[in-house]
Each structure stands twice: as structure tokens, then as C-alpha cells.
């Protein structure tokens, strides 16, 4: 459910200008979707391979996790790909020139064969396409970190939190290519969450996260502190976020410590109230579940359907109507995407069960459980 709602937002804050942005968490607090996305990550390749890894199937895990990582970085390549032709036919038929060069795509137009292969060695990203690259990177890292975590839990924190310290510290991060600069989102600062993730998802599998009063009443201040920043003191203090980018250390492209434990003190805060279990009781939740049960093929779509909705805005003007009824309708498509992949992947199941069931008289009469 967490993972489908991450889906929406990242759809909605992908589509920037619509109205609707500006009811998302970026707009409440220091941290946004990506948080989000990066620690929902982890926490899925917890729950999803280190059950197989404990039961010592360690090939296999690392042959999944490399498994996933390719076909990631086969679904960025089309994505880019696709989203670069969206961009500049819409420029041809137009004439807007920010389509065409906004967010790092003038040079995969002015200068197709550096950018493509930059594109191939994942140093060039274009904006809005660039979480997909740190997910790869991240999925190759959950081998090690995984069997660390088998060892000792603390163990795989401990050394994710020193190889953050150490970037941090050197200042140094994964370089682009052929645009000079850095990741967008730099895998050795973003490595931290995706551990405190998987870490989360093996110490406290199967049961609930403790209660800290302390912990509970420092995150809540957290919160509160960086709802009053974000905001500017609700208006009354202008230029208040601005000053606090200097202290609150809220870099993006390598995890800021205040975007974190922000991200966190809202995880923790959320997990005690039970806010999971809440939303799962209401209408549609059902509808959140199943997006994130098909996540890659959801984002997917998702991504390239932010991207024409940036060309319609663009071309409206930035219209709120235009933009609000896109956004609408976009969330609404994603959930019948989703629901066709779930019928397909039921009838799927289904048929194959049908090929495999025994005949009349035959094995599932002499088992006695009907199996």
C-alpha cells in the first residue's frame, strides 16, 4: 500500500505546475517521495530476499538481486529513450524551446552520440529519469548488504553509515558525463537509507516496531520544527527556509541529514500511530495495494505519462484547469493499468494451475489434504 501511494505522489510531484504538487509531503516538511521510494526499497528486498537468504540460498538471492538490476536499468534506458522522443517531437510540433533543453536535454539533442552514450553508462540522467539509475546501483549493493545483515545487523549499518561519512566528509560523489557534475541522487549518500531500510525490514520482521516515548516526542518536535521552516512560519517569517537550507544540512543530491531524519521521524511517527492500517480500511486502499504490487510496470507508465503531462502544461501555459484534470485522470489511469496487470497476472496463475491440476481419480483423490 506504502508503495502504491509513493507511486501517486511521485506521479503528482512529476507533473510540476499542477495544482494538486502542492498538497504533497515536499510542501510539509524537508523530505518528499524519494525518502519514501528509497526506503520502501529496501525495506521490500528485506521482506521479499532475506528470507531466502537465511534459508541459505545465497546464490540464488545475489542471481535475483543482479536478476532485478538489469531488467532496471533495461526499463530506464527505454524510459529515457522514450521520454527524449516525447520531448523533442513535442518541440518540433511546438517550438517551445524549454522542451528541448530543460532539465539536461539539450545536449541529448545537440549532441546525440556523447549523451546516448552517456546514457548507456548511466552518467548522463535527464530530470524527472534519474531515481531508476540510483535504484540499480542500490539493487546491486543489497547483495552484500544483505549477507551483512545475516551476519549481524548492525554490522551492514555500520558500514553503510561510515561509507555516507566518508562521502560526506571528501565531499565526493558519482561524476556525470558528458555534462560535468554529479548525480542527481548520489548513490554513496542514498545507500544509507536503502540499508536503514533493509535493516528495518530484517530486525523487525514479523513483528511491531517498539515504542519510545522520547523517540516519539523528538520526532514529533522534528516534524514540527520542519513544518514551520518549510512554510516560512505558516508566511509570517519570509526567507526562513531559505536560512535554514545553510544549518539544516537538506541537500538532495547526497541524503541530507536533516532530509533524513525528517523521513524518518515521519516513518516512525506514522508506524506508532498505525496510519498503515488506518488507510487500509478505507475506500480505495485496495486500489494502492495493487499498484505497488505491480510497482516497476506503474512507475513505468507513470513516468512517461508525467512527462506528457509536462509537454501539456508547457503548451496550456501552465493551466490549472489543464493541469489539475490531467493529474486527476492520470491517477485514474494508473489504477486501471494496474487492475488489467492484475487480471492478467490472475488468469495467468489460473491457467497455468488448470495445466497442472491432476486428472479426476488421480493424485488428489489419494491425498487426503486435497492438495
Known amino acids: 500500500m506504502w508503495r502504491g501511494l509513493v507511486l501517486v505522489v511521485i506521479f503528482i510531484n512529476h507533473v510540476p505546475g499542477n495544482l494538486l504538487e502542492h498538497l504533497t509531503m515536499k510542501n510539509f516538511g524537508f ?19 532475506f528470507p531466502k537468504l537465511n534459508a541459505g540460498d545465497w546464490f540464488g538471492t545475489a542471481r535475483r538481486c543482479i536478476r532485478r538490476a538489469v531488467k532496471l536499468y533495461g526499463v530506464h534506458l527505454l524510459l529515457t529513450l522514450a521520454a527524449l522522443v516525447m520531448f523533442g517531437q513535442a518541440f518540433l510540433a511546438t517550438g517551445i524551446t524549454e ?45 552484500p548488504l544483505l549477507m551483512l545483515a545475516w551476519v549481524r545487523p548492525a554490522l551492514a549499518l555500520a558500514i553503510s553509515v561510515a561509507v555516507y561519512a566518508w562521502s560526506r566528509f571528501a565531499d565526493f560523489g558519482l561524476p556525470t558525463w558528458p555534462v560535468e557534475g554529479r548525480w542527481f541522487f548520489d548513490p554513496l549518500g542514498w545507500q544509507l537509507l536503502f540499508t536503514i531500510g533493509i535493516v528495518c525490514g530484517v530486525v523487525w520482521r514479523g513483528r511491531k516496531l517498539p515504542f519510545s516515548p522520547t523517540l516519539f516526542g523528538l520526532s514529533i518536535a ?112 494508473l489504477v486501471a493499468f494496474a487492475s488489467c496487470l492484475e487480471w492478467f497476472s490472475t488468469a495467468r496463475t489460473q491457467r497455468a494451475g488448470a495445466r497442472q491440476s491432476p486428472v479426476p481419480g488421480g493424485a488428489s483423490q489419494r491425498n487426503g489434504a486435497g492438495v
Open 31 to 49: 523530505s518528499d517521495s524519494a525518502e519514501a521510494f528509497v526506503f520502501v526499497s529496501g525495506l521490500a528486498v528485506a521482506l521479499a530476499y
Open 222 to 333: 522534528w516534524l514540527l520544527a520542519s513544518l514551520i521552516i518549510v512554510t516560512n512560519g505558516f508566511g509570517q517569517s519570509p526567507g526562513l527556509y531559505d536560512e535554514a537550507r545553510a544549518w539544516a544540512d537538506l541537500s538532495k543530491t547526497d541524503l541530507g541529514l536533516g532530509r533524513m531524519f525528517h523521513f524518518l521521524a515521519l516513518a516512525y511517527v506514522l508506524s506508532q500511530m498505525r496510519v498503515g492500517e488506518a488507510i487500509l480500511r478505507l475506500p480505495g486502499a485496495d486500489k494502492l495495494t495493487l499498484m505497488g504490487r505491480h510497482g516497476l510496470a506503474v512507475f513505468a507508465i507513470g513516468s512517461l505519462a508525467s512527462a506528457l503531462g509536462q509537454i501539456l502544461l508547457a503548451v496550456s501555459h501552465g493551466s490549472p484547469i489543464v493541469g489539475v484534470v490531467y493529474v486527476v485522470a492520470g491517477i485514474v489511469g
Open 99 to 143: 522542451l528541448a533543453t530543460n532539465h539536461g536535454r539539450d545536449i541529448s539533442f545537440m549532441e546525440p552520440a556523447r549523451a546516448l552514450a552517456g546514457l548507456v553508462l548511466l552518467s548522463h540522467q535527464i530530470g524527472y529519469f534519474n531515481i531508476l539509475p540510483l535504484y540499480i546501483l542500490l539493487m546491486l549493493v543489497a547483495i
